[in-house]
C-alpha cells in the first residue's frame, strides 16, 4: 500500500521549501529549518504522509542547524538507501510510505547508537505530546 500522491497534489498541499526537500530531494540550508532548535516533547511525522518518524526523547543538537535523532521511532517506516551525489558516499533516509526525501543518517551519534539522523525541518511536521 503507498500514499503516494502526484506532484501537482504534493504542489498544492506543502510549501514550496517542503515541497523542494520532500520530491526533489533538496536540503534546507542549515539554521533556517522550523525544528533544529525545537526542545518540546513529542512526536515528528512524515509532513507528506503523517507517518510517525521520531520521537523527541531521541533529539539531540548536534550542532549542524539541522533537527537531529540518535534513532527513530521503532518500526518507523525509514528506508536507507546508498547516495553517492556531490561527491560523497552517504546513506539518504526516505519515507517508505510516501517515497519522502528526509535527510541522511551517519555512524557519529551518541551512544549507544552511534547513530545520527540528520533531518530535514521541512520534511517533518512536529505533533507536541498533550
Ligand atoms: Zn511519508
Request: hydrophobic share 30%; with cysteine.
Amino acid at each position: 500500500m503507498t500514499f503516494k500522491k502526484t506532484d501537482q497534489e504534493y504542489k498544492s498541499e506543502l510549501s514550496p521549501i517542503e515541497f523542494e526537500v520532500t520530491r526533489q530531494s533538496a536540503t534546507e540550508r542549515p539554521f533556517t529549518g522550523k525544528y533544529w532548535d525545537t526542545w518540546v516533547s513529542g512526536i515528528y511525522k512524515c509532513i507528506c504522509c503523517g507517518s510517525d518518524l521520531f520521537d523527541s526523547a531521541s533529539k539531540f543538537d548536534a550542532g549542524c542547524g539541522w533537527p537531529s535523532f540518535f534513532s527513530s521511532i521503532n518500526g518507523a517506516p525509514i528506508a536507507e538507501v546508498k547516495d553517492f551525489t556531490h561527491g560523497m558516499s552517504r546513506t539518504e533516509i526516505r519515507c517508505k510510505n510516501c517515497d519522502a526525501h528526509l535527510g541522511h543518517v551517519f555512524n557519529d551519534g551518541p551512544k549507544p547508537s552511534g547513530q545520527r539522523y540528520c533531518v530535514n525541518s521541512a520534511s517533518l511536521k512536529h505533533t507536541p505530546n498533550k
